[in-house]
């Protein structure tokens, strides 16, 4: 009876590898071994505990800021973003690499929606990076890491998640991720200028007379229109947030009418937009919210059958510490994330080990941002990494599959470098706060 809630853990991460539903294999198997174990009572504190989800407030954030980064990548500021930065660090060696790298970061600090990012980018960089003479491995590698900033840089829908899951402030968990946010983009940004330096032929410079010519059609203007905007609707979702004027639910509803004017301004809102972005919010935000009441019904059952004591009982057996335990779970996660979506790692696996971190008295901002980092590379790695989906959807004919996996693997090994970072100094993670 106590190897049930393991038992349960390990039908369902087997079902999920096997191409089963998360959501309908989260809930399904957990409410068949509920209805087992606790008769139909399970019935009534299942749906106190799905009602009592459903009355988050804070998880409103998430269809909200889905909604601002489609509205977002439709209305074309993204686009106009990038042309203007890579004329900017045109002349710099890898300039349009790190053109890419800083308007992934932007995009994530506006929306925090990858697939958007990852598809923007792709479409708009990759054909003009193998034009210019760059490396697929690179250009591919580079555009993929940059898509997932939006994972760790607040607004981040995978900070709203864990902050629920966790039960922690989402608020704190935006302002502990921006030094790492940040520090991983000056990671990349290092990265690409060595690439200049050591692999000259794989990272050229754009054309002199390319640059002039866009700086002739009056290069100051337009950098100050594409930056205008994005920085303005940056400095009020999560201006307001860390200033304490709004919640981050608050700030998102914000957000998302603050994307509908951007579009207005650009003149490419209309009826057809509109309906295509609330489209694509609510089959997202359905996918979300169906895994989060899995996940509920799930978490229900392997508490009630004491799962979370008999782990906690394990570790004191095993006289696991805290950082011990800490590594045990980041290479789970790691490894997890070859397999199965960030958002089911979120609510299969961290709710089983949160109430362990909390009886080892470890601070769960910390967790929660070591997490945030760790399921970044689950968007990179083979082979269910979304962002490689996302990018050879878009990339052209020439670009294999093989430059995908080939490229991203010194972004994957620098994120990883980074979160043993920030596990060996926590001070990071709380520099703003």
Known sequence: MEYLPLILFGVIFLAILFGYPVAFTLGGLSVIVGLIVFDSDFFYLLSLRIFGTMQNFVLLAVPLFIFMGMMLEKSGIAERLLHTMSMLFGNIRGGLAIAVVVVGAMLAASTGIVGATVVTMGLISLPTMLKKGYSPKLSTGVIASSGTLGQIIPPSVVLVLLGSVLNVSVGDLFLAAVVPGVGLVVVYLLYILAMGQLKPALVPAVPREEIQAFRDAGFSKEVFKSFLFPFLLIVIVLGSIFAGIASPTEAAGVGAFGAMILAVVSKKFNLSMLKEVMKETTMLTSMVFMILVGATAFSLVFRGLEGDKFLLALIESANLDATSFLIVVMIIVFISGFFIDFIEIVFIIVPVVAPIFVALEVDL?????????????????????????????????????????????????????????????????????
Do not use: C, D, M
Not at 381 to 406: D, N
């Open 365 to 433: 901002i910390w967790i929660g941002i070591l997490l945030a980092v760790n399921l970044q590379t689950s968007f990179l790695t083979p082979p269910f990494g979304f962002a490689l989906f996302y990018l050879k959807g878009v990339a052209p004919p020439e670009v294999k599959t093989s430059h995908l996996y080939r490229g991203i693997i010194p972004f994957v090994i620098i994120q990883l470098l980074f979160l043993i970072l920030l596990i060996v100094f926590p001070g990071l993670v709380k520099l703003v706060g």
